[in-house]
């Protein structure tokens, strides 16, 4: 009989140890097509609604975006998908 409530314990221990594995992670991105002082606005808000992120900063002078997201929940191609779908191609610093 207690067999039940430790394997139930245990169980519950390991699903939620899933979203402790996952971190925060930084990205800077370069930004292309950004010719006007409102495309940063536009680029941020893009970002802000893909699922997971968290945190965007846009710099027009630099034409790049630092994204702070969720990588058990969002991947780098899909902040590189939506700006490209908005109109402004980008791709991972180096």
Do not use: H, W
């Not at 900063?57 to 790049?64: A, D, G, N, R």
Request: charged share 20%; proline share 4%; glycine share 6%.
């Amino acid at each position: 009989m207690t067999k039940f409530p430790t394997s139930l314990a245990l169980g519950l221990l390991i699903v939620s140890s899933g979203g402790a594995m996952a971190e925060q992670r930084t990205v800077t991105l370069v930004v292309d097509n950004m010719y006007c002082e409102a495309c940063p606005y536009m680029v941020k808000k893009t970002i802000e609604k893909v699922s997971g992120v968290s945190k965007v900063t846009v710099s027009f002078k630099e034409k790049t975006a630092v994204v702070v997201f969720d990588d058990a929940r969002v991947e780098v191609k899909d902040l590189t998908n939506a700006t490209t779908g908005a109109g402004f191609p980008s791709v991972p610093k180096r």
